[in-house]
């Protein structure tokens, strides 16, 4: 009587409190749940008959789904097989997919759990690669590292600097000093955007907007961004 009350239901603990008869206890709570199997077992066949795997969202999902029907038919006295549970997979794989079920099928799997688990790693794998494409595009260029930004700055930067020692002649015709002057200032006028602020194409320090080489699909990220902040 003791083992019993211990795991009944509190529900079922206090609507039984006066029996003490264990005998008694164990025929009231099995009359009990007799009824209640003609209740659940219409419903879990209905809803066996209507489980597939193409309408679950992930493994995991069919998975519990399944179990839970599984469980509510093996109290109610149903049988359900290992060949039954494969079967019920193999037949409600999507349309687009009957190849793949062919091939598991071909597999040769003899239990339940052979078979999920190989769906599941399928699916972590599936998970893992489409996370490495969108991330990063098919024929997108990787985004350029900092260092290398600040070493093709500096090339650019000695570059103009050396533009004040090289010229045609000496320096002392007039007539050179003015373009010099004049491409001395626009290298300057560049570096001193380029360190004041961002890139205007795709919001990156180290380069302007002449220099960008940022991937198209990134600075469309950026530009959205932006108007999205206006609004």
């Known amino acids: 009587l003791i083992f019993l009350r211990h795991h ?19 025929q009231n709570i099995n009359d009990k749940f007799e009824h209640l199997k003609a209740v659940v077992l219409p419903k879990a066949l209905n809803d066996w008959s209507q489980l597939r795997f193409q309408d679950s969202k992930t493994v995991s999902e069919y998975n519990s789904t399944l179990f839970k029907i599984v469980s509510q038919l093996k109290m109610c006295g149903e049988v359900i097989t290992e060949d039954m549970l494969l079967e019920k997979i193999y037949r409600t794989f999507h349309a687009s997919n009957m190849l793949l079920q062919q091939q598991y099928r071909l597999h040769g799997f003899t239990k339940y759990r052979e078979l999920i688990g190989s769906l599941l790693i399928a699916e972590q794998n599936n998970e893992l690669l489409l996370q490495n494409h969108e991330s990063r595009l098919t024929g997108s260029a990787p985004l350029p590292e900092v260092n290398a930004i600040s070493s093709d700055f500096r090339g650019r930067e000695r570059g103009c600097g050396r533009g004040h020692g090289r010229g045609h002649g000496s320096g ?60």
């Open 172 to 231: 002392r015709n007039q007539n050179f000093l003015g373009p010099r002057n004049n491409n001395s200032m626009k290298c300057n006028d560049e570096q001193t955007q380029n360190r004041k602020g961002n890139c205007n194409r795709c919001g990156m320090e180290g380069h302007w907007y002449r220099a960008c080489h940022t991937a198209k699909y990134w600075v469309d990220l950026y530009q959205a961004s932006l108007k999205e902040k206006d609004k």
């Open 8 to 26: 009944i239901n509190d529900g079922l603990e206090y609507e039984y409190l006066t029996v003490e008869n264990p005998l008694e206890l164990w």
